[in-house]
């Protein structure tokens, strides 16, 4: 936050004479920088002691001298100041010129601001394949034997050798060539041969034999001792069980392909934010090994679960990776834009003086005359924060102070 004499000056007065103001103070030594009230001369008659009040401001008062819980002495009210008109700050046009005191009107405005959370880069499980076979055999050759191995769709993987993949291939081979014997044959036999090669042909399509395999052997009419399994689609090798000589049972798992051109970033969500985050929202992606550069995704569902210990929710971001830079596991910075459903009385981040306990607003009553209040603020943004009570739109308030010069 940034700070200059008037915030000073103020922040003293606010000291001594708490936030609802009242106390006199005495002609200032500074240029120009006086108080509406001053003390009476010593000449004329004392006034009456009423009570003495909180230094801060609080409601709360004492018949005798006290001290509050910070050591700091309850102010006297004499009669005639309790319900002083003005209270407020009167500073000369020349010291504001050198203090270089700037205002502007509180603004009804929608609510800009950013949802951060920290990420990683995750496989998308949408685009993995798992690569297994529905019969069994044995593992003649691998044509791609370690993890992390790029491939393309169609790839070969490796050569397998099955007895019932063999038996298969015959009876097919048998029956396409006994359809063309039987051409001249009884209407009956010929349909008992199509069925049965038929039959035959749909057990190697539910195997995942190709189309251009199964051509081949019906021209060949020759089945083959081993077959090539191919990639179903592109992606890293992420696990390979698969080993060369090894036996396989149907359903087994031997290959895992991950297509990384899409990942996922996970998203870790505070519980106070999770409210302005929706489904379909842009989101901003910052990676540690390319600073500088931002990547933009979406957000494309938000878990319903909340991490007990973080509390925090997660949220999944789909970001496109056309050139496989973003690698899983990565951490990534999330800066989620949002914005509020409607319009609310707003003020700079810069015009708040924030003691901890108590936030206040320097608001411009006239030429020379301010007014330092205390406000109640709500959601903060980028550059604007939202004031619920003690400022009204178009008020001017302080926003920039600069040093004297």
Same mark, same amino acid.
């Given at each position: 936050?940034?700070?200059?004499?008037?915030?000073?000056?103020?922040?003293?007065?606010?000291?001594?004479?708490?936030?609802?103001?009242?106390?006199?103070?005495?002609?200032?030594?500074?240029?120009?920088?006086?108080?509406?009230?001053?003390?009476?001369?010593?000449?004329?008659?004392?006034?009456?002691?009423?009570?003495?009040?909180?230094?801060?401001?609080?409601?709360?008062?004492?018949?005798?001298?006290?001290?509050?819980?910070?050591?700091?002495?309850?102010?006297?009210?004499?009669?005639?100041?309790?319900?002083?008109?003005?209270?407020?700050?009167?500073?000369?046009?020349?010291?504001?010129?050198?203090?270089?005191?700037?205002?502007?009107?509180?603004?009804?405005?929608?609510?800009?601001?950013?949802?951060?959370?920290?990420?990683?880069?995750?496989?998308?499980?949408?685009?993995?394949? %798992?690569?297994?076979?529905?019969?069994?055999?044995?593992?003649?050759?691998?044509?791609?034997? %370690? %993890?992390?191995?790029?491939?393309?769709?169609?790839?070969?993987?490796?050569?397998?050798?099955?007895?019932?993949?063999?038996? &298969?291939?015959?009876?097919?081979?048998?029956?396409?060539?006994?359809?063309?014997?039987?051409?001249?044959?009884?209407?009956?036999?010929?349909?008992?041969?199509?069925?049965?090669? !038929?039959?035959?042909?749909?057990?190697?399509?539910?195997?995942?034999?190709?189309?251009?395999?199964?051509?081949?052997? &019906?021209?060949?009419?020759?089945?083959?001792?081993?077959?090539?399994?191919?990639?179903?689609?592109?992606?890293?090798?992420? !696990?390979?069980? &698969?080993?060369?000589?090894?036996?396989?049972?149907?359903?087994?798992?031997?290959?895992?392909?991950?297509?990384?051109?899409?990942?996922?970033?996970?998203?870790?969500?505070?519980?106070?934010?999770?409210?302005?985050?929706?489904?379909?929202?842009?989101?901003?992606?910052?990676?540690?090994?390319?600073?500088?550069? *931002?990547?933009?995704?979406?957000?494309?569902?938000?878990?319903?679960?909340?991490?007990?210990?973080?509390?925090?929710?997660?949220?999944?971001?789909? #970001?496109?990776?056309?050139?496989?830079?973003?690698?899983?596991?990565?951490?990534?910075?999330?800066?989620?834009?949002?914005?509020?459903?409607?319009? *609310?009385?707003?003020?700079?981040?810069?015009?708040?003086?924030?003691?901890?306990?108590?936030?206040?607003?320097?608001?411009? #009553?006239?030429?020379?005359?301010?007014?330092?209040?205390?406000?109640?603020?709500?959601?903060?943004?980028?550059?604007?924060?939202?004031?619920? !009570?003690?400022?009204?739109?178009?008020?001017?308030?302080?926003?920039?102070?600069?040093?004297?010069?």
């Amino acid at each position: 936050m940034k700070t200059g004499p008037l915030f000073i000056f103020i922040a003293v007065a606010l000291t001594v004479g708490g936030f609802a103001g009242g106390y006199q103070f005495a002609q200032q030594k500074a240029d120009g920088v006086t108080t509406i009230a001053t003390v009476n001369p010593e000449n004329k008659p004392k006034k009456k002691l009423l009570y003495y009040r909180n230094p801060m401001g609080l409601p709360d008062t004492s018949p005798t001298p006290k001290k509050d819980s910070m050591g700091m002495d309850y102010i006297p009210v004499y009669e005639g100041e309790d319900d002083a008109p003005d209270s407020g700050l009167k500073i000369s046009a020349e010291k504001i010129q050198k203090m270089g005191v700037k205002v502007e009107p509180a603004k009804l405005q929608r609510l800009d601001k950013s949802v951060r959370a920290s990420g990683r880069i995750e496989v998308d499980e949408s685009r993995m394949t %798992t690569v297994t076979a529905k019969f069994e055999g044995y593992i003649e050759r691998l044509y791609v034997n %370690t %993890t992390n191995q790029p491939v393309g769709r169609g790839q070969p993987l490796f050569e397998v050798y099955s007895p019932e993949l063999v038996s &298969a291939q015959r009876e097919y081979a048998i029956a396409a060539q006994g359809i063309g014997k039987l051409g001249n044959a009884g209407g009956e036999a010929q349909d008992a041969m199509r069925q049965l090669a !038929e039959a035959s042909l749909q057990r190697l399509k539910n195997w995942d034999i190709s189309e251009a395999q199964i051509k081949a052997l &019906a021209q060949s009419g020759q089945s083959r001792h081993t077959l090539t399994f191919r990639s179903p689609a592109s992606g890293i090798v992420t !696990e390979k069980k &698969a080993i060369q000589g090894m036996r396989f049972m149907p359903g087994e798992p031997l290959f895992q392909i991950a297509d990384l051109s899409s990942v996922w970033v996970q998203a870790d969500v505070f519980e106070q934010d999770i409210g302005a985050v929706r489904v379909g929202q842009p989101a901003n992606i910052r990676i540690n090994a390319y600073p500088g550069e *931002v990547f933009s995704g979406r957000i494309a569902y938000v878990y319903p679960t909340l991490n007990a210990a973080t509390r925090t929710v997660p949220v999944r971001i789909e #970001l496109a990776n056309p050139k496989g830079r973003l690698k899983p596991a990565m951490f990534a910075d999330v800066d989620i834009p949002v914005a509020s459903a409607t319009q *609310v009385v707003t003020v700079p981040n810069s015009a708040v003086i924030d003691s901890g306990s108590k936030q206040v607003v320097i608001v411009q #009553l006239g030429e020379g005359r301010f007014d330092p209040r205390p406000v109640k603020l709500g959601q903060r943004g980028s550059d604007f924060v939202q004031v619920l !009570e003690g400022v009204k739109e178009g008020e001017p308030v302080v926003v920039d102070r600069k040093s004297v010069v």
